[in-house]
């Protein structure tokens, strides 16, 4: 039995189906039950991180855990120290973490550090482990949607640098190969697409995939922070993410060929991606 934490999220909604397809029963794990829409053929269970009393609960008769927290920075990291401990105490074999190349590359923002403090408390539960180190999703594109569908347009901060988008759906194959299959034991792997874009370039293949004009705008710092925070962000998600663009900004557009190795095929690309998408980005 896997169990799924983030079954719901970008990446697990991909992978639980995944796994079941490979064979593998599992546990799925969401707040709401009935609000979550999940694979019917997983074991759809309720629980909440934030409540270590749920955690054994949760891992019993588990083998494998896929280990995703909504936490960040230091909250996500207690949190899946806490996982990882549960796990151990509960006889589970194998940990497979979620977390993101600026590990790899030794970044000091935040959100890296929190994910650098929990991949060391993975290593240290006592299963055996396999880390994800993942760059930038190609779903944070969906962040251009509201401005798209009102002035067909996409807004970014200046000097946004080049990335090698990665699909969710290469990184669940990934993490269902590696809790399905062995030999990746003890291993790190750094999951990218296989080309590095532009932010001009990615809304040119996004405007072609839904069939009309956008403008790419670059704005001022400040100006971008005040948009995000017109979405609601909180003023700490915003600082976070220029935090982490500024550490990233030299390594986003460095591509890993670990996509293609693992799954003998080439990574999606991000003109897949928008063709796939492109009816979300009309009103």
Known sequence: MILVLGATGKVGRALVPALLDAGAGVRALTRDPAKARIDPRAEVVAGDLGVTEDLPRLVDGVDKVFVLTSGHGRSGAAQEAAVAAAAASAGVTHLVKLSTTGVHFGQQDPITAGHAEAEQAIR?????????????????????????????????????????????????????????????????????????????????????????????????EPEARERMLGFGWPQSAVDGVFDLKRESADNESIV??????????PALTFADWAREYAKNFSA
């Open 124 to 220: 240290d539960a006592g299963p055996a482990w396999t880390i994800l180190q993942p760059g930038t999703f190609m779903d944070n594109r969906f962040a251009w949607r509201r401005s798209i569908i009102t002035d067909n347009a996409v807004y970014v901060p200046e000097g946004d640098p080049s990335s090698a988008l990665v699909h969710t759906r290469d990184i669940a194959a990934v993490a269902a190969l590696t809790l399905t299959t062995s030999g990746h034991e003890g291993q790190t792997y750094q999951l990218t697409g296989g080309e590095a874009l532009t932010t001009e370039e990615q809304v040119a293949i996004l405007s072609e995939a839904i069939g009309r004009p956008l403008k790419f705008v670059e704005e001022p």
């Open 256 to 265: 890993f060929d670990t996509v293609q190795r693992l799954l003998d095929r």
